[in-house]
C-alpha cells in the first residue's frame, strides 16, 4: 500500500514537473514570434529591406523560418529529445557549450547571493523578533523596506560607480575570470553582484524570519520550555528558530530560483557572462534557439530547485516526514 502511495506521489510529480515545462516552452515559443523582426532583421537591420525575394526565401530556408509555426516547435522539441539545444550563429557555437559554460556561473553567483542573504536577513529577523515594536523591531523593518524598495540596477550602478572612482576598485572592468582559473579574481569579480542581489533577497528572508519567530513564540512548547528554565539562548536557537525553518527554507528556495534567470540586469551591468546575460544577448540578436532552451533549462533548474526545498521540508520538519 505504502509503496503504491509513493509510486503515485512521484506519477503526479513527473506529470506536474513535464506539464510546467511543456507550458514554459509553449508560452517563450509564442512570446518570441510575437516580437517584431527575427533573425534576418537583427543580423542585417536596414540593409534586410534591400534584399531580394529569392535572397529572403534563401535565409529564411536557412533559419528555418519558412516552415510553418507548428512544424518549428515541434521539430524544437524533436531536436531537444535528442540533447539538440541549437546553434547560436552570434557565438559561433551550440547552445549546449554556452549553457554549460554561463550556467555554472550563475549558480555561483546565485549561491554567493543567497548566502550573504541568509547572513543578513536571518539574524536581523531574529533580533527584530526578540522585542516586537522595539527600536531593534524598527531597525529590522527598515532594512527590508529598503531592500524590497531600491532596485536592483540602482543599487548595482550606485555601487559600482562608487567602487571604481572613490576606492579605484573595478575588477570587473578585467575580463571574466572563471572559479577554476582564478578563484580571488572570479570572488573579488563575484563579489558585488552578489551584494546587491543578496541585499535585495534579505529583505523577504528577514521578514520570513521575523513573521516566523513571532508565530512560533506563540506556541504552547515555547511557554512551556520557559517555563521549566530552559536557557534564552538555547530556546531561541533550538526551540525558536529550529522550528520556524520550514518558511525560512521555502523563502529561501524560492529566491535561488529566481536568481537563477532574475539575475539579468545585475549579470549585464558587471559583465558576468551568466545565463541570465546569454538570454538577454539570445533576444536581442532573434536567436530563438538561443532563447528557447536557455529558458527551458532555467525552467528546468526553478523546478530541480523546488523538489530539494521538498525534499529538505522532510529532514527539517517531521511532521512532514509523517505525513
Do not use: C
Not at 540593409?47 to 531580394?52: C, V, W, Y
Not at 530560483?257 to 559583465?271: D, K, T
Not at 534557439?289 to 533548474?301: E, K, M, R
Amino acid at each position: 500500500m505504502l509503496q503504491t502511495i509513493l509510486h503515485n506521489r512521484l506519477a503526479r510529480r513527473v506529470v506536474s514537473i513535464a506539464g510546467t515545462l511543456l507550458g514554459v516552452a509553449v508560452v517563450v515559443f509564442v512570446m518570441l514570434r510575437a516580437i517584431p523582426g527575427n533573425q534576418i532583421t537583427a543580423n542585417l537591420g536596414t540593409e534586410a529591406a534591400a534584399l531580394t525575394p529569392a535572397q529572403q526565401e534563401a535565409l529564411q530556408r536557412y533559419y528555418g523560418l519558412d516552415q510553418p509555426l507548428f512544424t518549428q516547435f515541434f521539430s524544437w522539441l524533436g531536436n531537444l529529445a535528442t540533447g539538440n539545444l541549437g546553434y547560436s550563429a552570434r557565438a559561433q557555437q551550440s547552445v549546449l557549450d554556452l549553457t554549460l559554460r554561463s550556467l555554472p556561473v550563475t549558480f555561483e553567483l546565485a549561491m554567493l547571493s543567497i548566502i550573504l542573504a541568509l547572513l543578513i536577513g536571518v539574524p536581523l529577523g531574529t533580533l527584530a523578533a526578540s522585542r516586537r515594536d522595539s527600536a531593534r523591531d524598527a531597525l529590522g523593518q527598515l532594512v527590508s523596506l529598503a531592500g524590497l524598495s531600491i532596485p536592483a540596477f540602482l543599487l548595482a550602478t550606485a555601487l559600482l560607480s562608487v567602487a571604481a572612482s572613490s576606492l579605484g576598485f573595478n575588477p570587473n572592468g578585467q575580463g571574466f575570470a572563471p572559479l577554476t582559473q582564478d578563484p580571488l579574481l572570479n570572488l573579488e569579480q563575484m563579489l558585488m553582484p552578489a551584494l546587491v542581489l543578496g541585499f535585495g533577497i534579505a529583505a523577504p528572508i528577514l521578514r520570513t524570519t521575523r513573521t516566523a519567530i513571532l508565530e512560533v513564540r506563540s506556541e504552547d512548547f515555547v511557554r512551556t520550555a520557559r517555563a521549566k528554565g530552559v536557557p534564552p539562548r538555547r530556546l531561541q536557537v533550538r526551540h525558536v528558530l529550529g522550528n520556524a525553518l520550514v518558511p525560512i527554507v521555502t523563502m529561501t528556495g524560492l529566491q535561488f530560483g529566481y536568481l537563477l534567470g532574475g539575475a539579468v540586469v545585475v549579470e549585464q551591468i558587471f559583465s558576468i557572462p551568466g545565463i541570465g546575460r546569454q538570454v538577454l544577448l539570445g533576444i536581442q540578436q532573434k536567436e530563438y534557439a538561443v532563447v528557447q532552451s536557455t529558458v527551458l533549462v532555467i525552467a528546468l533548474a526553478f523546478v530541480i530547485v523546488n523538489v530539494v526545498t521538498d525534499a529538505l521540508y522532510r529532514v527539517i520538519d517531521p511532521r512532514v516526514r509523517a505525513s
